[in-house]
């Protein structure tokens, strides 16, 4: 198996300005160790803010739990919730992508405060936009790190899910990353149905200001073009494959398996066409999608 050579790569998430959850993205590719050599970008100071600073760190108490290496400021049972949920994610992950199972450690930095949390990403990692938690991935390494506060749990399903899909396929386009990560970070009893946005799809289209748009998605490459919108359309597409018909499915999965072996294979959008006929046929569909969920979130509401 090919295994190719990891790049820099940080994501971030975080509630703030126009989004109501997701990452802000920003990523270069040239191998950290590269970019550390130069000191004259801020990305080269954000690679050199990867290195090992065990003082910085959290590191109270080490759980171990499966792949995960979780470190933090404060006393963690081994049997938290929180922690076994995050464990039965690498395998609803693996499932549902149709994704082996790694045993690369990913490591969850767990801070006690946000106080501690902002002037450690403040030292790390300089000009950083605020978020709650964020990923990053080195050519060595898996971490996320996160503030412990009210919405961890959705934080680190999120993240974690970014540390499990990139211990198994280091590139995967942004859209679809997000996607994956949007439709993991709901809790397991929601079986990948984000509430958040399929209201905001649902109104997007009523005020007929959107329609599902996958070349436009697909050619998305810098973080700072996402918007709720994209978030929200990224995680539908997701959705819609997973749980509208296994040809779907398996066009998803086999997509991720071939993209584990190529970074350069064919493109979900052409896949797509093959089955479904048209991009404009796909994009129907994604639409009668976002309305029968809203519809069915009305009976429930009801
Ligand atoms: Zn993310």
Same mark, same amino acid.
């Given at each position: 198996?090919?295994?190719?050579?990891?790049?820099? +790569?940080?994501?971030?998430?975080?509630?703030?300005?126009?989004?109501?959850?997701?990452?802000? +993205?920003?990523?270069?590719?040239?191998?950290?160790?590269?970019?550390?050599?130069?000191?004259?970008?801020?990305?080269?100071?954000?690679?050199?803010?990867?290195?090992?600073?065990?003082?910085?760190?959290?590191?109270?108490?080490?759980?171990?739990?499966?792949?995960?290496?979780?470190?933090?400021? $404060?006393?963690?049972?081994?049997?938290?919730?929180?922690?076994?949920?995050?464990?039965?994610?690498?395998?609803?992950?693996?499932?549902?992508?149709?994704?082996?199972?790694?045993?690369?450690?990913?490591?969850?930095?767990?801070?006690?405060?946000?106080?501690?949390?902002?002037? $450690?990403?403040?030292?790390?990692?300089?000009?950083?936009?605020?978020?709650?938690? $964020?990923?990053?991935?080195?050519?060595?390494?898996?971490?996320?790190?996160?503030?412990?506060?009210?919405?961890?749990?959705?934080?680190?399903?999120?993240?974690?899910?970014?540390?499990?899909?990139?211990?198994?396929?280091?590139?995967?386009?942004?859209?679809?990353?997000?996607?994956?990560?949007?439709?993991?970070?709901?809790?397991?009893? !929601?079986?990948?149905?984000? +509430?958040?946005?399929?209201?905001?799809?649902?109104?997007?289209?009523?005020?007929?200001?959107?329609?599902?748009?996958?070349?436009?998605?697909?050619?998305?490459?810098?973080?700072?073009?996402?918007?709720?919108?994209?978030?929200?359309?990224?995680?539908?597409?997701?959705?819609?494959?997973?749980?509208?018909?296994?040809?779907?499915?398996?066009?998803?999965?086999?997509?991720?398996?071939?993209?584990?072996? !190529?970074?350069?294979?064919?493109?979900?959008?052409?896949?797509?066409?093959?089955?479904?006929?048209?991009?404009?046929?796909?994009?129907?569909?994604?639409?009668?999608?976002?309305?029968?969920?809203?519809?069915?979130?009305?009976?429930?509401?009801?």
């Amino acid at each position: 198996m090919m295994h190719c050579s990891r790049f820099l +790569r940080v994501l971030l998430v975080g509630a703030c300005l126009s989004l109501a959850s997701g990452c802000l +993205r920003a990523w270069q590719a040239t191998p950290w160790k590269t970019a550390a050599l130069s000191s004259s970008t801020s990305l080269a100071t954000a690679a050199a803010g990867l290195l090992p600073a065990p003082g910085d760190l959290p590191g109270r108490t080490e759980v171990i739990a499966g792949q995960l290496v979780i470190h933090a400021d $404060f006393p963690l049972a081994e049997q938290h919730r929180l922690i076994r949920e995050l464990e039965a994610l690498r395998t609803d992950v693996s499932q549902d992508l149709g994704l082996p199972i790694s045993d690369e450690p990913v490591h969850l930095y767990l801070f006690d405060s946000a106080d501690r949390y902002d002037a $450690f990403v403040a030292r790390r990692f300089p000009g950083f936009p605020a978020r709650r938690a $964020f990923f990053v991935e080195t050519d060595t390494m898996l971490s996320v790190y996160a503030a412990w506060q009210d919405r961890i749990a959705e934080d680190l399903r999120h993240e974690t899910t970014h540390g499990y899909v990139h211990a198994v396929v280091p590139t995967v386009p942004l859209w679809h990353d997000e996607g994956i990560a949007e439709y993991f970070e709901r809790p397991r009893s !929601d079986k990948g149905i984000h +509430r958040e946005h399929v209201a905001h799809l649902a109104g997007r289209l009523l005020e007929g200001t959107w329609q599902p748009n996958l070349d436009a998605l697909e050619s998305l490459a810098d973080p700072g073009e996402m918007s709720q919108d994209h978030y929200a359309e990224a995680w539908c597409w997701v959705h819609w494959m997973l749980h509208t018909t296994p040809e779907r499915r398996e066009i998803l999965q086999d997509y991720l398996a071939d993209l584990r072996r !190529d970074g350069k294979t064919a493109p979900l959008p052409l896949r797509l066409v093959r089955t479904e006929g048209s991009m404009t046929a796909c994009s129907a569909a994604v639409k009668a999608h976002v309305e029968a969920l809203s519809h069915s979130d009305e009976t429930v509401a009801n």
